[in-house]
Antibody, heavy 118, light 107 residues
């Protein structure tokens, strides 16, 4: 079964750091780019970051550039998002998603909640 | 960066109605345009890609059209299970921006 499973969310104080993980299974992870998308409570979907299949190329939305770092370990079939200098506006459910070689984001994880509060 | 604007932001329609949602890109997307459905409390689900290609398993009452900068998602025979928020997304190149969403309710 094709699956993405996020972990690492939780409560963090403003200014703090957190690392999210996304474990992939059921497909050849190293063949495909993969992305992070977030959704603040009651709000819409916000694309935040992508990484190429090899990890050699990455992209960040302006809202997280300089504070978040995306990375992947193809030997572990895992995607990461290192988040720093967290703000209240970063509070959201964070999803990893990929097309798995097809168009659009056809495969999504179940999401992990990040709460930023003192 | 290309901006994606959806309209309306919400709508209410009766079961059996034909519903149309519009997505406008600030620049052309080369038809790399996807539509997603997100039901309350659920993960987004890909409905349509390449502007008009139905994802496997999606009911045929959903259809997509358009090209260039203007795209449309149509639900031809609205069903109670279609209550959800719908998002468009451009995916020709990063950033893979989403539209603001359209919330569909049953009247």
């Amino acid at each position: 079964e094709v699956q993405l499973v996020e972990s690492g969310g939780g409560l963090v104080q403003p200014g703090g750091s957190l690392r999210l993980s996304c474990a992939a299974s059921g497909f050849t992870f190293s063949n495909f780019a993969i992305h992070w998308v977030r959704q603040a409570p009651g709000k819409g979907l916000e694309y935040i970051s992508s990484i190429s299949n090899t990890g050699g190329t990455s992209y960040y939305a302006n809202s997280v550039k300089g504070r978040f770092t995306i990375s992947r370990d193809n030997s572990k079939n895992t995607l990461y998002l290192q988040m720093g200098s967290l703000r209240s506006e970063d509070m959201a459910v964070y999803y990893c998603a990929t097309g798995g070689g097809a168009d659009g984001f056809g495969i999504w994880g179940q999401g992990t909640m990040v709460t930023v509060s003192s | 960066d290309i901006q994606m604007t959806q309209s309306p932001s919400s709508l209410s329609a009766s079961v059996g109605d034909r519903v149309t949602i519009t997505c406008r890109a600030s620049q052309g997307t080369d038809n790399y345009l996807a539509w997603y459905q997100q039901k309350p409390g659920e993960v987004p689900k890909l409905l349509i890609y390449a502007a008009s290609t139905l994802q496997s398993g999606v009911p045929s009452r959903f259809s997509g059209s358009g090209s260039g900068t203007d795209f449309t998602l149509t639900i031809s025979n609205l069903q109670p299970e279609d209550v959800a928020t719908y998002y468009c997304q451009k995916y020709n190149s990063a950033p893979f921006t989403f539209g603001g969403g359209t919330k569909v309710e049953i009247k």
